[in-house]
C-alpha cells in the first residue's frame, strides 16, 4: 500500500513536471525548432532573448504595473479591512460581499467591462488600463487577507496605542501594519504574482505598451521558437528564485 | 469484558530520544491504574503502546495473555477515550456510540439500542439524535467515554480526558468514571498529571518520570511512603530532612543513612519526631489550613514548610517548638 | 459629534477607496456590460435598443450553442479528472511523507504552478505536437510509423488544464487534510475499522466540502479560461471564451461579445447555487 503510494507520487511528480523539463531542455536547442531531436547545448536563444527590446521592455512594463497595481490594492485592501474589523458600519456583511466578488467572476468577463466603459468614455487603452484592471482583480485578495488575518491580540494593541494618545493614522503605521507584515507580504506577493503573469486583462486593455505575457503571446503566433522556450526558462527560474527567498526571509523567520 | 495486562521491558525511542526505558508493569483484570507524572515522563507513550497505536522497539505488550505484537489497533481488544474526544462531528450521538458495533456488523435496531443503553449509563439519557457541536465539553466527554464502552472492550484507555473540563466538573466527573468503572469491571488505564485526581480514582498510582516508573502502589501508600525522591516531590509539597548514620541537622531523629521525608500536614505542636524550635518566615491563610514557612533554630538553611490547624494565629518571627507525627524513610 | 458617529465617519473613511474602486471599475463596467448585451450591431457602429436579440441567437445558432456545450463538457471532464487525480497526491503528501518533509513535497508538486501560464500551455503543445517528444519518443521506439494527432485537439486542452488544475487542487485538498485531527482516525481504527471503513465514513465525509470548494474552483476558472483552448485546442471547436473573442475580434461585434459573456456568468452562478449546500469559501 505505501509502495503503491510513492509510486503515485513518483508518477504525479513526472507528469507535472513533463512540459517544464521539456521546456528548459529545449531552450539549449542548438537548432530552429524547440523539439527532439536535441541537436547540441547553446546559448544563443538566451542571448537573442536579452538583447530583445521588446521583449525587455515589456518585462519592465509587467514588473511596473504588477508592483504599482499589488502596491495600490493591498494599500486599499488593508485600509478597507481595518475599517470593516474595528468599526461596526451597517450592512457589512453585503460591503464585504461586494469587496471579495471580483474575486468569483472570470478575468475575460473583468476586461470586457471596462473595456465597454473605456471605450465609450473614450478612454486610451495603456499600462494605466492595464494596472486599473489589475487592481481590480487583487483588490479582494488583498482585503480577504488583511480581513482574514486581523485578531484579537493586534485589536487590542491598537486600543492601548489610542489610548496612549496616537492618531489614527499613527495606529495604523506604527502598530497595525507591523503587526500584520506576514499576511501584507503575502497578500503583496500573492498580487504581484498574479498580476505578473495575468494575460487577458492585459490583452484586451492595452494597446501600444505590453506586458510580457501578451508580447509573449505574439511571439507564439509566430510559430515555434526555443526563443519562447528561453524567455519562459528565465520566468520560470526568477519566480521560483522568489519563491526560494520568501520562504527563507519570510516563513522561516525565528518568532 | 475485562483482561490483565502485562507490560514486560518495552522500551520505545523517538529518534534520539528514548521516551520509556524497559518499563515492566503488571495490571490485573478489572483493576482502575492511573500512569501519573509531569509532560514527557512517557506516560502517555505507554499508552499508545498498549492501544496499539505504535510498536514498542524491544520488549512485549500481551493482554489477556495474548502477545499483541504487531496487531492493530482494531484488532485489539482494547478503545481509547482521546484527550480531544475525537467524536465523529458528522455523525449523531448514536451513531457515534454505535459506530464499534456498526464495524462488527450489528444490525441497526441493535445498534440504536445498545447507543440508548450507554449514553444512560454516562448520564445523558435521550440525547441520541443530537450532534456533538450541541453539546458542551463534559457531555461530550460523557460520550466518548460511552462509545468506547459500547463495543465492551478488555482494556479502556483514557488519555487525559478530564483536562479541558474545569474544578468543579473535573471532581464530579472523577466520582462518575470510579462508578462506571466497577460497574462494568473494564480494566481501567487512565493518564494525568494531575496527582489529586490520580488518588481520587485510582486502585494503583504508577508515578513515571523520565521514561521510568518511579513508584507504584496503592493512593495511600504512594502519599504516606513514597519510593522515591521524585515521586515524595510529585505527590504532593515535602519536606526533605538528609539523615547520616542516624544523624540530621536538627539531632538524631532516625536511624540509617538516606533522606527523611516528612509532609507539611504531619509537622504541628505535637507529635512524636521532635524537630526543635522553628522560627516562622511566613505563613498564609489557605482555608483548609494555614500554610508557613519555618526554619529551624538548629538549622536556618534547613527551610520547612508546615500546615498548620486552620484555626492557628501566627505572626511572622515567632519561634514555635515543632513535632512530626508521621513520617517516611527512603534509604539510600 | 459623538464617539460612535465619529467613529463612523472614520469607518467610512478609510473604507471608501476600496469601495468607490470596486464601484467605478467592477460593478458599473459589469452593468455596462449587461446594458451593451442588449444592443445589436448596425454595420460597424452599435445601436443601444433593448434588443434581447443577442441571447436569442446564443442559444438558437448553432456555432453558438455548441460552444456553450463544448464549455460545459470541457469544464466538467476537468473537474472531474483534476479532482480524482489530485486527491490522492494530497493525501500521500499529507499523509505518508514524513512530516518534515511534506512543505517540500508539497512546493516540488506545485513548482510548475510558477512557469508563465501561457507558457505552460505551450510548452504541452511542445510535448504533444507532431514532431512533439511524445510522438518523437513513440516514432523512435517503433510503435508508430506516424505522428499521432494529440495536439490542437480537445484532449490536448483536457491535458493541458489537467496539468494546472491538479497542482492548484494538490494545494487546496492539502491544506484541508492537514487541519483533519489525526485523532479522528486513531478513534474509528480503534472502534474496530479497517483503512477502506476509515475512509468511507469518517474521512470521506469530513474532507468533502474541502473537496467541493476546491472543485468549484476549478470549474469557473477553467470555464473562463481563454487561453489553454486557444493554444492547445486546434480550430475544429471552439470555447465560449474562444467564441467572445472571436466576437470581438474579427467582427467587432461588442454586444454579441456582451451577451455570451454574460451566459458565461450564468452558468457559474447555477453552479454556485447547485453546490452552495457545501461550499464553504471561506474555509479556502
Known amino acids: ?255 | 469484558m475485562t483482561a490483565n495486562v502485562s507490560i514486560r521491558s518495552v522500551s520505545q525511542r523517538y529518534g534520539p530520544a528514548t521516551a520509556l526505558d524497559d518499563v515492566s508493569l503488571e495490571i490485573a483484570a478489572g483493576e482502575f491504574v492511573v500512569l501519573l507524572g509531569p509532560s514527557g515522563c512517557g506516560k502517555t507513550t505507554l499508552l499508545n503502546l498498549i492501544g496499539g497505536f505504535a510498536e514498542p522497539v524491544s520488549g512485549t505488550i500481551l493482554i489477556g495473555g495474548k502477545d499483541m505484537s504487531g496487531v492493530s489497533p482494531a484488532a485489539r481488544p482494547t478503545t481509547t477515550v482521546f484527550q480531544d474526544y475525537a467524536l465523529f462531528p458528522h455523525m449523531s450521538l448514536a451513531d457515534n456510540v454505535g459506530f464499534g458495533l456498526r464495524m462488527r456488523g450489528v444490525s441497526r435496531p441493535e445498534r440504536r439500542a445498545k447507543a440508548e443503553e450507554f449514553l444512560a449509563l454516562v448520564g445523558l439519557p435521550g440525547k441520541a439524535d443530537r450532534r456533538p457541536h450541541e453539546l458542551s465539553g463534559g457531555q461530550r466527554q460523557r460520550v466518548a467515554l460511552a462509545r468506547a464502552l459500547a463495543v465492551a472492550p478488555d482494556v479502556l484507555l483514557l488519555d487525559e480526558p478530564l483536562g479541558a473540563l474545569d474544578l468543579k466538573l473535573r471532581r464530579a466527573m472523577q466520582d462518575e468514571l470510579k462508578a462506571i468503572q466497577r460497574r462494568v469491571g473494564t480494566t481501567f488505564v487512565h493518564v494525568t498529571h494531575d496527582q489529586e485526581e490520580a488518588m481520587a480514582i485510582a486502585d494503583r498510582i504508577v508515578v513515571m518520570n523520565a521514561g521510568k516508573i518511579a513508584d507504584i502502589g496503592p493512593p495511600r501508600e504512594v502519599y504516606l511512603r513514597p519510593g522515591s525522591l521524585f515521586s515524595a516531590a510529585f505527590m504532593g509539597e515535602i519536606n526533605q530532612i538528609p539523615v547520616r548514620d542516624g544523624q540530621t541537622a536538627l539531632g538524631p531523629l532516625v536511624p540509617g543513612t538516606g533522606t527523611l521525608l516528612i509532609r507539611p500536614e504531619a509537622i504541628g505542636l505535637h507529635g512524636t519526631l521532635p524537630l526543635g524550635p522553628c522560627k516562622v518566615e511566613d505563613a498564609a491563610f489557605f482555608g483548609t489550613h494555614v500554610r508557613a514557612h519555618v526554619a529551624p533554630l538548629a538549622a536556618p538553611d534547613l527551610k520547612l514548610t508546615v500546615h498548620l490547624p486552620q484555626a492557628s494565629v501566627v505572626a511572622v518571627g515567632e519561634v514555635m517548638s515543632l513535632f512530626a507525627t508521621d513520617h517516611a524513610m527512603l534509604e539510600a | 459629534m459623538s464617539l460612535q458617529s465619529a467613529e463612523r465617519k472614520l469607518g467610512w473613511g478609510l473604507l471608501a477607496p476600496a469601495l468607490l474602486w470596486t464601484v467605478a471599475f467592477f460593478v458599473l463596467p459589469f452593468l455596462a456590460m449587461v446594458a451593451l448585451s442588449f444592443a445589436h450591431m448596425e454595420g460597424r457602429a452599435i445601436v443601444e435598443v433593448f434588443d434581447p436579440g443577442n441571447y436569442v441567437r446564443a442559444f438558437s445558432e448553432w456555432s453558438q450553442l455548441k460552444a456553450l456545450i463544448n464549455s460545459i463538457e470541457i469544464t466538467v471532464t476537468v473537474t472531474v479528472i483534476s479532482v480524482v487525480l489530485a486527491w490522492p497526491l494530497a493525501a500521500i503528501i499529507a499523509w505518508q511523507v514524513p512530516a518534515r518533509y511534506q512543505r517540500l513535497a508539497l512546493l516540488v508538486a506545485v513548482l510548475p504552478f510558477w512557469t508563465s501560464y501561457v507558457v505552460r500551455s505551450y510548452s504541452w503543445l511542445l510535448v504533444l505536437g507532431d514532431n512533439g517528444v511524445i510522438n518523437k519518443a513513440l516514432m523512435a521506439v517503433g510503435l508508430i510509423a506516424e505522428p499521432l494527432a494529440l495536439a490542437s485537439t480537445r484532449t490536448a486542452t483536457v491535458i493541458g488544464f489537467v496539468h494546472f488544475f491538479v497542482m492548484l487542487l494538490t494545494l487546496t485538498i492539502y491544506a484541508n487534510l492537514i487541519q483533519l485531527s489525526p485523532n479522528y482516525a486513531r478513534a474509528a481504527q480503534d472502534l474496530g475499522a479497517g483503512r477502506w471503513a476509515t475512509f468511507r465514513h469518517v474521512i470521506l465525509p469530513l474532507t468533502l466540502p474541502g473537496v467541493i470548494t476546491g472543485a468549484f474552483v476549478t470549474f469557473v476558472l477553467c470555464i473562463g479560461d481563454y487561453i489553454t483552448p486557444q493554444i492547445l485546442g486546434g480550430n475544429a471547436e471552439l470555447t465560449l471564451p474562444q467564441l467572445i473573442m472571436l466576437q470581438m475580434g474579427r467582427s467587432g461585434n461588442f454586444p454579441m461579445a456582451a451577451a455570451l459573456s454574460v451566459v458565461l456568468m450564468a452558468v457559474v452562478i447555477l453552479v454556485y447555487a447547485g453546490c452552495s449546500r457545501w461550499l464553504r469559501l471561506d474555509r479556502l
Open chain 1, 1 to 255: 500500500m505505501r509502495l503503491a503510494g510513492w509510486l503515485y507520487l513518483a508518477l504525479a511528480y513526472g507528469f507535472v513536471f513533463l512540459p517544464v523539463v521539456v521546456l528548459v531542455v529545449f531552450s539549449f536547442q542548438d537548432g530552429r525548432l524547440p523539439v527532439p531531436p536535441f541537436q547540441g547545448f547553446s546559448l544563443r536563444w538566451y542571448a537573442q532573448v536579452v538583447s530583445d527590446g521588446a521583449l525587455m521592455t515589456a518585462l519592465w512594463h509587467s514588473a511596473l504595473v504588477a508592483f504599482v497595481s499589488s502596491g495600490l490594492a493591498l494599500a486599499m485592501g488593508f485600509l478597507a479591512a481595518h475599517a470593516l474589523a474595528r468599526v461596526r458600519l451597517p450592512g457589512s456583511v453585503f460591503l464585504r460581499g461586494l469587496l471579495i466578488a471580483p474575486m468569483t467572476v472570470s478575468y475575460l468577463i473583468i476586461a470586457l467591462g471596462l473595456l465597454t466603459v473605456f471605450n465609450q468614455s473614450g478612454v486610451k487603452l495603456s499600462l494605466w488600463t492595464v494596472g486599473i484592471g489589475h487592481v481590480v482583480i487583487n483588490l479582494p485578495l488583498c482585503f480577504a487577507i488583511c480581513y482574514g488575518a486581523m485578531g484579537d491580540h493586534q485589536k487590542t494593541a491598537e486600543r492601548a496605542a489610542r489610548d496612549l494618545g496616537a492618531s489614527e493614522a499613527r495606529v495604523l503605521w506604527f502598530v497595525s501594519a507591523p503587526m500584520l507584515a506576514p499576511a501584507l507580504a503575502a497578500a503583496f506577493f500573492l498580487s504581484v504574482t498574479f498580476s505578473w503573469d495575468e494575460f487577458i486583462i492585459a490583452f484586451l486593455l492595452s494597446r501600444f505598451d505590453l506586458t510580457l505575457p501578451v508580447e509573449i503571446w505574439s511571439m507564439l503566433r509566430s510559430g515555434l521558437s526555443p526563443a519562447t522556450n528561453a524567455i519562459g526558462s528565465l520566468l520560470f527560474l526568477v519566480s521560483i528564485s522568489a519563491v526560494i527567498l520568501m520562504e527563507i526571509f519570510l516563513f522561516r523567520r525565528p518568532k
